[in-house]
């Protein structure tokens, strides 16, 4: 799955028609600390560079959720304005994260073949993952669905099966909706609603040969997850997120064994690898990907949702390298 994902992305960025003008993106170093650019350490990871991308387009930003080639080379990102956005990563002699090249950015269409314009309501795509047979699952919410689309994301979509739990949604839970949707190593599809509860849990399946199956998930502390990503052994990645205006937000990485995935998630705790937090650089982090670099050490890219809100919130990519 990982080698087909990798094919997948290449393809992509070789298949698809190149922008005759890829929008301009400013990209800057940060440090984890910035009071203390020599910190590496935190939790179970290194740090491993991170990046702030800033761009006068005003499709750029709202970056909800990522896939990464496996081999950290190229990622595919989509937003919750309806764009999609390539790009080339680059890395030091250490290997560490020191640039992004952003080759491409389009809209996502409807089910008429039009662009899906820039209205939330319609266009609010928070999720990705590969297609079982090709191309691309896109989760929204607002108005729920999944959508398959090609592999260069330029053709008309299809819609996907989904749980008739989540069509049934209530209006008050618009915002709620499919926050995290992996493609596990075995095939299976598995997803998690950012906020929708039932049986004491929030929401989430998990897609075998035949069905779903409900797989409820029990919230800690008042997070909310915010995205998910496959480990090469099987297990997953829970990406979490909590803000208030005392806080501001807070960020946390915990991992599913393998044995576990896909099983109801009602006995805390997980097994806690980041726990990001001010001082440390954070921002609303919804995108999360895994990928081993030449050593076999496995990477973890974080990628965060301005909100649209320049000025106030950023677009920020981090690396971390797993040490546990």
Do not use: C
């Not at 702030?52 to 919750?80: M, Q």
């Not at 909590?242 to 990485?253: D, M, Y």
């Amino acid at each position: 799955m990982l080698k087909a994902l990798s094919l997948s992305i290449l393809a992509f960025l070789l298949g698809f028609p190149a922008a005759a003008a890829p929008p301009a993106v400013e990209v800057a170093a940060v440090a984890l600390d910035p009071a203390n650019p020599g910190q590496t350490a935190v939790g179970k990871a290194i740090f491993r560079g991170g990046l702030a991308l800033a761009s006068e387009d005003p499709a750029f930003g709202g970056w909800s959720d990522l896939l990464v080639a496996p081999d950290g080379s190229t990622l595919l990102a989509i937003g919750d304005q309806g764009a999609w956005m390539t790009a080339v990563l680059q890395y030091d002699s250490q290997g560490n994260l020191a640039g992004a090249v952003v080759t491409d950015m389009g809209r996502l269409k409807g089910l008429d073949g039009a662009d899906l314009g820039n209205d939330k309501e319609t266009a609010d795509a928070e999720a990705l993952a590969p297609g079982q047979d090709g191309g691309y699952l896109v989760a929204f919410e607002r108005q729920h669905r999944i959508w398959l689309y090609s592999p260069d994301l330029a053709g008309v979509p299809v819609e996907a099966d989904m749980p008739l739990a989540i069509q049934g949604l209530k209006p008050e839970l618009a915002n709620n909706g499919i926050e995290a949707l992996s493609r596990l190593a075995d095939g299976r599809l598995i997803m998690f609603l950012e906020g929708a509860e039932a049986e004491g849990g929030t929401l989430g399946f998990v897609h075998g040969k035949v069905t779903y199956t409900h797989i409820p998930y029990i919230r800690q502390d008042n997070f909310q997850i915010t995205g998910s990503a496959p480990l090469p052994d099987g297990g997953l990645l829970l990406l979490e997120r909590f803000w208030s205006e005392p806080t501001g937000a807070l960020v946390r990485v915990r991992r599913m064994a393998a044995d576990a995935v896909g099983k109801a998630i009602t006995l805390p705790p997980l097994d806690l690898l980041l726990d990001l937090r001010q001082p440390l650089t954070v921002d609303n982090f919804e995108g999360i990907a895994a990928w081993q670099d030449a050593t076999g050490k496995t990477r973890v890219l974080l990628l965060s949702d301005d909100n649209f809100n320049r000025g106030q919130q950023r677009t920020l990519l981090l690396d971390f390298e797993l040490v546990q």
